[in-house]
């Protein structure tokens, strides 16, 4: 287990050493002086200068990394310059708001689960037909998409809940404290959720069709085990086993998605301001956003490699 | 999946047939099929992957007429009842009418044709994004399978390092970086998507280097490069043909997402994502038709790739054969 | 006269497929008594594992479902008794080791917990006192520092020893039935002797009634007191071991008994093949199934399935040669060698 982690934790150095090396070629290898891009369209020479001495532009290229990695260890996302502010302080304020959201949709993608396995074990019925088909339909929804229905129905048509903006107070900065709060997170989450909810259902119940077809779940029937036990105890860890890796890949594309919910129903978070600054062409700020939520992505698969090695013994004991 | 015995002979070689040997409840047809009616079969008992194929087609058939419209410049470059830019203010926010089908827009422009010629931007980036992605997955992937070794190691540790982080932030950066518009939307998603590709094709290649077929023309004298290519490549094939699928939603959708973000595929030109981006105030106010066909359109060619990969898969994954 | 432990009549199991209705199984009937072991053997698609499996009831419906017959286990059909009967039965007195011990043993649990609970399933132990059980139980099948072993995982034991493993569950609770899906077949030819002699002593030891379904007559000449030959569904033969392999009565068993290879003939020694391919069981003939790939085949062969001609006591065939035909055709084939029985 110690050796998996360590092995684990290696893994995730090498991981961010290459986030970083995408990130610096895509900054700076692009033609054209990256100051000028740092320093926004209307920025000044001398800030245009005052940042090229800052990226040592006129070092070679292993010193503008070094400094680079420097900058993002001591957590120096440069300067907003539409704002003027550091970025690491619009980050600041506007995480929590974010992380309420990516919260609230990964504890409706756990829906997923048992959705799925329900399906599974009705194979063949209406039950899992209807199921399936939703899910298929629904994954296939751009977010974006399913954000606009969503805030259109709900919001402007039905006018049941604030579909722009955010409001009230947090307890412990993520968990609502008043239905102000609540009622402004409801349908940015669900929209996020959703999606998530119906690419997980589809794929454990796909795994767990798998899983009880097994040789090992024919072997517990054999013995005379009760269907009950033979489906919670010999195929449920098994067929949730994939599902976890699957969805900690797709807190990817929940990163994503948080971006572009925000932007729909206009609230406030890490997603929102980097689409101000890309309208902005604030370039700090889109760095800053998008090295944020892949160091969140990173580490959130890290926890659930570290769940997988729990539940499953193979990999405990490599 | 009761009878798996293997196809191993009684008592030594041969007493059974050198063809594989169906199982009890799925057994061998009278002339063994090849592996693409094989798969027809079991796609064609699939009605959502049906469905799927049919929108893909309906899609392809309308993307390709745009495009061939556009390059050839017949008809104005477009095949659609209206020019899709062609502003009319005494027209502007009409609802669905026999003349306008899906209505017209905030300045008059006709919906249908617009969502019609957008089609092409869609099918445009979607094939070429893919075909980047998929040159240099096939590139890399059989050199990393085949040679294994310290190519190998180099070439998946880079995968990884694609893998373990949010391909779509980084899509943006990207585009963001690049600057707007059509060409480096797919150029960015492209570049950070072969990852996937590389991966599936060398996990295949591994899985089959070793068998016979292999041996055998490498022991008749054929030499590396027409084994991985003549041998190795086509039968590792069938998952890249599911990721390819999919991979056309997906490019399908991050195109849409940037557009609408207002950094893909910029105004005038119609594009799925742009139209709904700028359309969506005058949902709120009520004119929902604007707003409402290009999502349809968006969100039923996405499920065509989707649903029909999704039977793919299934169709050719030999773990749900019965 | 040894207790008769089961008595399967008739019994018929079909698929219904997509592509159509397979008869898996078709109207088998056999017999098993306390101490006796019989050898199911046939190539891929005989129906031998479908026998096995409908004896278990374990057939996956759907597709599958037993259509017809009787499986009479002491005086009970199982074929009529509920769910709920059946799984006091399965694991308890029938139990069932399968072919792949590699995918048979769920990877997530303890070696330890996976004995321990049919144990606790069918006599009701405490915790302790059927982990205590299991450590014997793989003490018993020689799995070596058992105190050790009972707490690993599947994957770290090798195939012959997972194998092993699963006799020891499938003796646990001392049954009157094992049947053994052709348990060495995917294990080194070194250790399935091993697991062969495991078994064996397992059954002296038990006084079981053993099933062993293979498709290698060598195993069935060793282990086996009689022998059924199964193809296409169907019970070709069946007999004593010794009757069935030196007075063989279908050129089915012929074509099986020539593929052998034979131990006194050291050089040149040729193995015949069975000509043709194994059947498609979707298009099966009317009659005997191995119709169409026979050397002696008869108009009659395809239409109508031969009834039961008993040619010794003991003795059964289906063929529509008649027995004089039959024995002047054997008497002109090369001369069959048996591996001893060690």
Redesign the interface.
């Known amino acids: 287990m110690y050796g998996y982690i360590a092995r684990r934790l290696v893994?995730l150095v090498?991981?961010l050493i290459?986030?970083s090396i995408?990130?610096f070629l895509?900054?700076f290898l692009?033609p054209g002086n990256p100051a000028y891009?740092l320093a926004g369209k209307n920025a000044t020479p001398q800030r245009v200068a005052e940042i090229s001495v800052e990226l040592g532009l006129n070092k070679p290229i292993y010193v503008q990394y070094g400094r680079f990695v420097d900058r993002l260890v001591h957590g120096n996302f440069g300067e907003s310059y539409q704002f003027e502010r550091p970025v690491r302080q619009m980050l600041q304020s506007a995480i929590p708001n974010t992380a309420q959201l990516a919260v609230a949709a990964v504890l409706i993608e756990l829906l997923g689960i048992p959705l799925g396995i329900y399906s599974a074990l009705r194979q063949?019925t209406i039950w899992d037909s209807t199921l399936?088909?939703t899910a298929?339909?629904i994954?296939?929804?751009?977010?974006?998409?399913l954000a606009?229905?969503m805030q259109?129905v709900f919001g402007?048509y039905l006018g049941i809940l604030p579909f722009y903006g955010t409001g009230g107070s947090t307890f412990l900065w993520v968990i609502p404290a008043d239905w102000n709060n609540l009622s402004h997170l409801i349908l940015p989450a669900v929209t996020l959720g959703i999606i998530e909810v119906a690419y997980i259902s589809?794929m454990q119940r796909a795994s767990m069709?798998?899983v009880i077809?097994?040789?090992?779940?024919?072997?517990?029937?054999?013995?005379?085990?009760?269907?009950r036990s033979v489906i919670l105890?010999?195929s449920l860890?098994?067929a949730v086993?994939p599902v976890l890796t699957i969805a900690g890949?797709d807190?990817?594309?929940l990163?994503?998605g948080a971006?572009?919910t925000e932007?729909?129903f206009s609230r406030y978070g890490v997603g929102l301001m980097?689409?101000n600054a890309?309208?902005a062409?604030d370039?700090p700020v889109?760095?800053g956003g998008?090295l944020f939520?892949?160091f969140v992505?990173?580490i959130a698969?890290l926890v659930v490699d570290l769940a997988y090695a729990y539940?499953?013994?193979?990999i405990r004991?490599e | 999946m009761t009878d798996t015995e293997s196809a191993a002979s009684f008592a030594e070689p041969q007493l059974d047939s050198p063809l594989p040997v169906g199982s009890e409840n799925e057994p061998v047809s009278a002339k063994p099929l090849g592996l693409w009616a094989d798969t027809w079969r079991r796609l064609r008992r699939n009605k959502l992957a049906l469905v799927g194929l049919g929108i893909i087609i309906v899609f392809l058939v309308i993307g390709v007429a745009q495009i061939i419209a556009g390059v050839t410049g017949i008809h104005g470059g477009y095949l659609a009842p209206y020019n899709p830019n062609a502003v009319n203010y005494t027209i502007a926010k009409a609802p669905p009418s026999l003349a306008h089908p899906f209505g017209t827009d905030y300045i008059g422009r006709d919906v249908f044709s617009r969502v019609l010629v957008a089609s092409r931007i869609s099918l445009l980036v979607g094939v070429i994004a893919v075909s980047i992605a998929l040159a240099l997955g096939l590139a890399l992937g059989p050199l990393s399978g085949y040679y294994g070794g310290a190519i190998d190691s180099v070439i998946m540790r880079v995968a990884d390092v694609f893998f373990a982080f949010p391909y779509i932030l980084f899509v943006l950066l990207l585009v963001v970086v690049l600057g707007p518009g059509f060409r480096n939307v797919f150029i960015a998603i492209g570049l950070l998507s072969w990852a996937s590709y590389a991966r599936l094709v060398r996990g295949t290649v591994l899985s089959i280097k070793t068998q016979e077929y292999v041996e055998a023309a490498k022991a008749a004298g054929a030499s590396d490069l027409r084994i991985v290519f003549g041998h190795v490549l086509p039968n590792s094939m069938a998952p890249v043909y599911v990721a390819i699928a999919m991979g056309i939603g997906g490019a399908i959708v991050t195109e849409a997402a940037l557009s609408f973000l207002g950094i893909g595929v910029q105004p005038p030109t119609a594009s799925w994502g742009n139209m709904i981006s700028d359309y969506l105030n005058y949902l709120q106010a009520g004119q929902w038709w604007m707003e409402l066909f290009p999502c349809l359109a968006l969100v039923i060619t996405v499920f065509g790739f989707i649903s029909f990969g999704n039977g793919l898969r299934d169709a050719t994954d030999p773990k749900l054969k019965e | 006269m040894a207790e008769r432990l089961l008595e399967v009549t008739d019994l018929s199991t079909h698929f219904f497929t997509y592509a159509g209705e397979v008869k898996a199984v078709d109207g088998v009937s056999f017999t098993l008594d306390r101490d006796e072991t019989l050898g199911i053997v046939g190539e891929s698609g005989s129906g031998k594992t479908v026998t096995a499996m409908s004896v278990m009831r374990l057939i996956p419906d759907p597709p599958g479902r037993i259509v017809g017959g009787t499986i009479v286990h002491k005086g009970r059909d199982l074929l009529a008794v509920s769910k709920e009967e059946m799984s006091d039965i399965r694991g308890n007195d029938v139990a069932m080791i399968f072919q792949d011990p590699m995918t048979s043993l769920n990877p997530v649990f303890k070696i330890g917990d996976q004995i321990a609970e049919v144990i606790r399933r069918h006599q009701g132990k405490s915790k302790r006192e059927s982990w205590k059980m299991a450590v014997d139980l793989l003490a018993k099948v020689g799995i070596p520092d058992p105190e050790e072993r009972v707490n690993q995982y599947p994957f770290e034991y090798s195939g012959g020893m997972r194998q092993r493993a699963m006799i020891a569950m499938a003796i646990s609770c001392n049954p009157d039935i094992l049947i053994a899906d052709e348990p060495t077949t995917a294990l080194d030819v070194t250790i399935q002797a091993q697991i062969m002699d495991v078994i064996r002593e397992m059954q002296a030891q038990y006084h079981s009634g053993v099933i062993m379904i293979t498709h290698d007559l060598g195993v069935v000449a060793q282990m086996a007191d009689k022998v059924m030959v199964m193809y296409g569904g169907r019970t070709l033969e069946d007999g004593p071991v010794d009757e069935v392999y030196y007075n063989a009565h279908h050129p089915y068993t012929w074509g099986l008994l020539g593929s052998l290879p034979r131990l006194d003939e050291t050089e040149k020694q040729r193995l015949t093949p069975i000509e043709g391919q194994p059947p498609n069981l979707l298009l099966l003939p009317a009659g005997c199934p191995f119709s169409g790939r026979c050397l002696y085949e008869m108009p009659v062969c395809a239409g109508e399935f031969p009834a039961l001609e008993m040619v010794e006591p003991g003795h059964g065939v289906h063929c529509w040669i008649p027995v004089a035909e039959r024995e002047k055709i054997r008497a002109g084939l090369p001369q069959f060698v048996h591996r001893v029985p060690s």
């Open positions: 893994q090498f991981v290459g986030v995408i990130t895509i900054m692009i891009l063949y399936t088909t298929l339909i994954w296939g929804i751009p977010v974006f998409v606009v229905f259109y402007v589809y069709l798998e077809r097994s040789d090992y779940v024919r072997t517990a029937r054999a013995k005379g085990l009760p269907e105890k010999h860890k098994n086993i890949i807190l990817g594309a990163m994503g971006i572009l932007t729909v980097v689409y890309i309208n062409r370039l889109v760095v998008v939520a892949t992505y990173v698969n539940i499953d013994p193979r004991y």
